[in-house]
Nanobody, 122 residues
């Protein structure tokens, strides 16, 4: 029942930074395990990372470890993805999602945003 809207995507040079936001409405994100996913052209959607309901358990895909940081602000009802040291291979549509379960795969997530495009130039 939660609605999610991503924003903050755009074009950035390799090595640059970008912060994505996922604004939620309808329900508090404190109810959900939240995740970020991405889908590159011709590729399946893959997990970027996820954070627990209170933000102390965080998972990141190996490809983004040390560069991306997920955080949540339950007061603002917003999920963030801070993306640093961006690489061209990070180019994708990025989605936030909410889950009442525990799985890592996209299928485990019940609610999705519309996605925001991130393009990294070399």
């Amino acid at each position: 029942q939660v609605q999610l809207v991503e924003s903050g995507g755009g074009l950035v040079q390799a090595g640059g930074s970008l912060r994505l936001s996922c604004a939620a409405s309808g329900r508090s994100i404190s109810t959900y395990r939240m995740g970020w996913f991405r889908q590159a052209p011709g590729k399946e959607r893959e997990v970027v990372g996820r954070v627990s309901r209170i933000g102390y358990i965080t998972y990141y895909a190996d490809a983004v470890k040390g560069r991306f940081t997920i955080s949540r602000d339950n007061v603002k009802n917003t999920l963030y993805l801070q993306m640093n040291s961006l690489k061209p291979e990070d180019t994708a549509v990025y989605y936030c999602a909410a889950s009442t379960g525990s799985g890592l795969e996209p299928a485990a997530y019940d609610y999705w945003g519309q996605g925001t495009q991130v393009t990294v130039s070399s």
